[in-house]
C-alpha cells in the first residue's frame, strides 16, 4: 500500500467538498477548486475527513493512488490557507513593480516586461527586488513562478536574473579562474 496514499485527509471546519462521479469540488474561505479524478480511484467522506481508496493492486492503481491523495489534499490546503512561491531578482538595475494587477520586470532588456496573471494569481512585490506569485491553486502558481523565473534565468558567472526564493546558483569561474591564470 503507498505510504502517502493510505493517509487521510482531514478536512478543517469551513471547507465544503462535493464528490460527484469522478470529479471533487472543494470551497473553502479563499475560494472554490475542482478537479477530475482518475475513475478507478475513489474518494470517500466519512466524519470530517477524506480518503482515497483504490479498487486493486494493480500497477496503475498503485501509481496514482498517492498523487490522486496529494492532489486532494493540496485542494484543501489551497482553499484553507492558499500558496506562495518567492522570488529573487539579482542584477544592477533589474527590478519588479505592479502596475495595476499585472507584473512588470526590468530585466536588462531594451523593453520592460509585463506578465498578466490569470484567473485565481496575484503578485506581491515586497520590494523591487523580491516578489511573490500568491494563489489557491499549487500547480498554477508554479506555473506562474517558473514563467517569471524564465524571462531571465540566473546565469552561472554573475548570478544575475530572476530565482526562487531561497534557490542557491552554481557559480563558474569564467576565463580568469582557469588553471594558471594571468601571466
Do not use: C, W
Not at 479498487?55 to 493512488?65: A, C, F, I, T, V
Not at 489534499?73 to 484553507?80: D, H, L, P, R, S
Not at 513593480?97 to 531594451?110: A, I
Amino acid at each position: 500500500m503507498s505510504r502517502i496514499g493510505r493517509l487521510s485527509i482531514p478536512v478543517p471546519v469551513g471547507v465544503e467538498v462535493a464528490l460527484a462521479g469522478d470529479s471533487i469540488t472543494v470551497s473553502g474561505p479563499k475560494g472554490t477548486l475542482s478537479r477530475r479524478l482518475v475513475p478507478e480511484l475513489r474518494v470517500v467522506q466519512e466524519d470530517g475527513r477524506l480518503r482515497v481508496e483504490r479498487p486493486g493492486d494493480d500497477k496503475r492503481s498503485r501509481e496514482l493512488h498517492g498523487l490522486t491523495r496529494t492532489l486532494v489534499a493540496n485542494m484543501v490546503t489551497g482553499v484553507t490557507t492558499g500558496f506562495r512561491k518567492g522570488l529573487e531578482i539579482t542584477g544592477v538595475g533589474y527590478r519588479a513593480q505592479k502596475v495595476g494587477e499585472k507584473l512588470q520586470l526590468n530585466l536588462g532588456y531594451s523593453h520592460p516586461i509585463e506578465i498578466e496573471p490569470p484567473a485565481g494569481i496575484s503578485f506581491e512585490v515586497e520590494n523591487p527586488t523580491r516578489l511573490a506569485v500568491v494563489g489557491i491553486d499549487k500547480e498554477l502558481v508554479g506555473h506562474v513562478a517558473a514563467r517569471v523565473r524564465a524571462m531571465r534565468k540566473p546565469e552561472p558567472y554573475k548570478g544575475k536574473g530572476v530565482r526562487y526564493a531561497g534557490e542557491t546558483v552554481r557559480r563558474k569561474a569564467g576565463k580568469a579562474g582557469k588553471i594558471g591564470g594571468k601571466k
